[in-house]
Each structure stands twice: as structure tokens, then as C-alpha cells.
């Protein structure tokens, strides 16, 4: 089948890409959340990107699975450090910093801001999603991919902090797909909440139904 080869000389090249051999750069503790939360920020070196990608290890404050939580987060500056509404991001790197600060694990923390078309895109995009289009279509629009994103280098990253095997905090299937591509064994996924509000409403129920993100379509509907 054209496809699957074409999926399979993908995923060599992706492979091939990162070959570069990721390795642990520096590890640094960083107090956040007022100090309640000691998280361990861990810098690499190899990445032929630069992008300056970050893993943030938690120790644990009730550790009872060997197998660390793993999220994988992609930068978004609107939504992370301003709490912006028109996306859920905030909310989710919350609440995986406050699940993974619990139960052990990993934040890998990728900067591909805007599903890595860049924040000045996203801004672009963000106003034809004002006249009426939805994030994909705006994207088209923009004659930017609809999802730029690439999760291999979070295997890699795994890998440099010697980590084969996750437990991974996510409802998009996408991220296990190519985690599990590039050597990883995905034991376990764990569901994410859905934290919806007025403005990011039609941002998760197009999410939902064009990505097959797994969220409960019912409650987007019920919560207001
Ligand atoms: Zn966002």
C-alpha cells in the first residue's frame, strides 16, 4: 500500500532526523507555584532544531506507579502565560503539573508554538477565526499546514533522560501514535479534563470532531 510506505520512509526519516543523539545538557530545580512544586528543568543538547526544547522532571509527592506520567505540551505563549480563553492550553499544563507533581513523571515542554506555524501565524489566524472561520479553515486560508507539529523529538527527549516506557496524559491519539512510531512503549493513556468556557467552545468541539480528539462532546454541550 502507497500510503503506508509512504508513512513508513516518513517515520525512518524522522528517525534518521533525531539520530543526532539527544543527550541531557543541564538539570536545574526551579521552586514554581509559589514553591509548593519543585520541578526539575532539564536543558539538551543534540537537537539539530535549536528549539530549545525543555523536559520538566517531578519527583512525585505520592509516587505509587514505577511507569513516570508523561504530558506532552507544545508551547502556547497566549494560553500558558496569559491564561488566554480562546484555547484550553493554560488549563491543561495545570492540570498536568498539578496530576504528574502528584504521581511522578515528565512535562516536555516543546516550543512549536501555535501548532508550529509560529505566534505571529496564530495571531493572523486567531483573526479569521474572528470573521467567522474555524482554526483549520483559517489555517488553510493562511496556506499554513493545519498541524505543523512533530512529537518525535518528545521520544528522543524520553530516551536522553532514560525513559522507554510512559503513562501518557493526553485525548489525542496522535501523540501515542508517534511516540509508540519512534520507540516508546505507551503503557497506559490517560484522559485529560475538559476545561471549556464561551470563547474556546467551537476551538474544542472542532478539535473533537477533525483531529478524533477523544473529549466528551456531551459535556462541551452541558458546561457553560
Ligand atoms: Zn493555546
Known sequence: MASLGALHVMAIYKRHIYMSELKERRRVVIPVRAGNVMAEFISFSGDNTEKEHIAIHF?????????PLVRIHSECLTGDVFGSGRCDCGEQLDEAIDKIDIEAGYILYLRQEGRGIGLYAKLD??????????????????????????????????????????RLLTNNPDKALQLTQNDIDVVEIVPTGVHVNDHNRQYLETKALRKNHTLDTEKLKKQS
Do not use: C, S, W
Not at 509527592?61 to 511507569?67: D, F, L, S
Not at 477565526?129 to 521520544?155: K, S, V
Not at 527527549?157 to 532514560?162: E, I, P, R, T
Open 59 to 67: 519527583t512525585g509527592k505520592q509516587k505509587t506507579n514505577e511507569i
Open 125 to 166: 489566524a486567531y483573526d479569521l477565526q474572528d470573521q467567522g472561520y474555524d482554526t483549520y479553515q483559517a489555517n488553510e486560508m493562511l496556506h499554513l499546514p493545519e498541524d505543523d507539529r512533530d512529537f518525535a523529538i518528545a521520544a528522543e527527549m524520553l530516551k536522553a533522560v532514560g525513559v522507554t516506557q510512559v
